[in-house]
């Protein structure tokens, strides 16, 4: 996964810079080839067919075959000084092998592109030792929220999903909206019975800063929120995310034991590395989660677990790496 998780933080660096947007997506797109496929780069590179694999270009097969021959990579470095990222030495250790299961994730329920079955399967074949079902709320009509009663229709196909998977117990979560006031886009009868609530800023994410901060003030302090889902709401190149108070509202996080995440699709990379260092030093927990909408997608952690390694966070401020009583076993 070296490779997969070097072209992820180029493609991130370069993000950054709106003229580079589309060689951007080209090495986000080449390093979720190389996550996905795994295939044998070594060997690729002595028969010189690295450009073989789908989204790997002639420029892109130079910086692989650096990192294959050098053990890093030129370019990669260069834009770590550009961009003033932390020296290598700042970096914490992470082992992936010691993930537990990813806790936010899609189903065709809402926006998702594979089945619940098909997610969980996907999740077992990573031996994960659960995976939760964040589906969206109702609040954004496009995604085909979950209100109470499709939730509790698809906790029904849960517990069928659950017992074609062994090993892995499955959790009923939702995504749920900040609303511009702070509140929930679900009522607290609701979210009270699920077992994992993230809360996400989707909409208005230009909201003037004081009152940004007060939205996100109140919905850290809400007593069923779990996880802060992408804090920011930004897609670099594309789109700004919301200016807040961004301590007050981390030091709020981690008084009253709510987690941050650190959402890995390329898109988004939410928390960046820079405000999880911010976080960390509040005094955070985290999320290092995929926002896969297709079992495909669970790569994406591995391919920027470099985000929190930059962000100096250990693993035992991850909430992934740890298993909490109620993600033991699958119920009965």
């Not at 986000?28 to 028969?47: F, G, K, N, Q, T």
């Amino acid at each position: 996964m070296d490779a997969a998780q070097a072209l992820s933080e180029i493609g991130y660096l370069l993000r950054q810079d709106t003229n580079e947007v589309f060689r951007a997506k080209a090495f986000s797109a080449a390093a979720w080839s190389i996550a996905v496929l795994r295939p044998d780069l070594d060997e690729l590179r002595r028969s010189d067919k690295l450009t073989s694999l789908p989204g790997v270009g002639a420029g892109i097969a130079k910086v692989v075959a650096d990192l294959i021959d050098t053990g890093q990579s030129r370019y990669l470095d260069r834009l770590r000084t550009e961009s003033g990222q932390p020296a290598r030495d700042d970096e914490s250790t992470l082992d992936l092998a010691a993930y537990q299961g990813d806790l936010h994730s899609h189903t065709k329920w809402s926006d998702g592109r594979a089945t619940m079955l098909e997610m969980a399967e996907g999740a077992q074949a990573l031996g994960y030792r659960y995976m939760c079902v964040t589906d969206h709320s109702p609040r954004i009509k496009v995604v085909n929220g979950l209100d109470a009663e499709r939730l509790l229709a698809q906790s029904k196909e849960m517990a069928d999903v659950q017992r074609q998977v062994d090993g892995l117990t499955l959790l009923q979560g939702i995504e749920v909206d900040i609303l511009e006031d702070g509140t929930l886009d679900l009522p607290d009868a609701v979210l009270e019975i699920l077992d994992f609530v993230i809360a996400s800023p989707h909409v208005k994410l230009r909201q003037e800063p004081a009152a940004m901060t007060a939205r996100m003030l109140r919905a850290v302090s809400h007593p069923h929120v779990d996880l802060i889902g992408h804090p920011t709401g930004r897609r670099p190149g594309s789109r700004e995310g919301a200016s807040y108070d961004f301590e007050a509202v981390f030091r709020a996080a981690a008084e009253n034991g709510v987690a941050v995440e650190i959402d890995c699709d390329p898109a988004r990379m939410d928390l960046s590395p820079e405000l999880a260092r911010l976080a960390a030093e509040c005094g955070c927990t985290f999320a290092l989660s995929s926002d896969a909408h297709a079992p495909e997608e669970f790569a994406y952690v591995p391919m920027a677990a470099w985000m929190a390694r930059r962000a100096g966070i250990s693993a035992d401020r991850i909430i992934n790496w740890s298993i909490d009583n109620r993600f033991k076993e699958p119920p009965r």
